[in-house]
């Protein structure tokens, strides 16, 4: 069973499409996360929610935008696709309420390419 | 502001060496500090954590130490084998709740056999 899973696993697309990345977990956790992985590796968060709210949103263009239909799902929306966009996006979810530990589990990744 | 950095940016050691990767952290509200292995092509994946009220922790041949005063925490791999070469991240919480990690930069270490 895949605790986080995300779709597509590669995206290759020109600039200008819309495109939207899509992600589940199965761990019953009640907060997701989108991070982006540049060519150098740098992890940078994006968004959060928790329980269907967004409570991060980190200085990302408003080209980028989240949504999350319930707290198992949580995708990532991005219009007008610029060369800059191409990098690996993942998905991640932790449990914080409660008793939860805080251990951000990651998705596999999507490779996006814009070219 | 929210940063945390890490050093060095690659290592590389011979099988059977340690390996040992320091990051310092800004806010000193942080209470969880995670560090996570990416092998090529894979994700990220946690290795060990530790959080605040604790100095140091250690699972088999890996531990990370963390001095509050100085707002440093380390990781320390003992024994390296070939299958320890990755990139490895530091992560720090950062105050606001919810889990806000913000991320070192990485190190790529290489275990030459």
């Known amino acids: 069973d895949t605790a986080v899973s995300q779709t597509p696993k590669y995206l290759v697309t020109q600039m200008g499409n819309d495109k939207s990345i899509k992600c589940e977990q199965n761990?019953?956790?009640?907060?997701m996360y989108w991070y982006k992985q540049d060519s150098k590796k740098f992890l940078k968060i994006m968004f959060s929610y928790n329980n269907k709210e967004l409570i991060i949103n980190e200085t990302v263009p408003n080209r980028f935008s989240p949504k999350s239909p319930d707290k198992a799902h949580l995708n990532l929306h991005i219009n007008s696709l610029e060369l800059g966009d191409s990098a690996v996006y993942f998905c991640?979810?932790?449990?914080?309420?409660?008793?939860?530990?805080?251990?951000?589990?990651f998705g596999p990744g999507t490779r996006l390419t814009v070219t | 502001g929210e940063n945390v950095e890490q050093h060095p940016s690659t290592l590389s050691v011979q099988e059977g060496d340690s390996a040992v990767i320091k990051c310092t952290y800004s806010?000193?509200?942080?209470?969880?500090f995670p560090w996570y292995k990416q092998e090529l092509g894979k994700r990220p994946q946690l290795i060990i954590d530790i959080r605040s009220n604790v100095g140091e922790k250690k699972d088999q041949r890996i531990a990370v130490t963390l001095n509050k005063t100085a707002k440093h925490f380390s990781l320390h791999i003992t024994e390296t084998q070939p299958e320890d070469s990755a990139v490895y991240f530091c992560a720090a919480s950062f105050s606001g709740g919810y889990n806000k990690l913000i991320f070192g930069a990485g190190t790529r270490l290489a275990v030459h056999p």
């Open positions: 991640a979810s932790s449990q914080v309420g409660g008793v939860g530990t805080n251990e951000q589990y």
């Open positions: 761990l019953g956790h009640d907060t």
């Open positions: 806010d000193s509200a942080s209470n969880y």
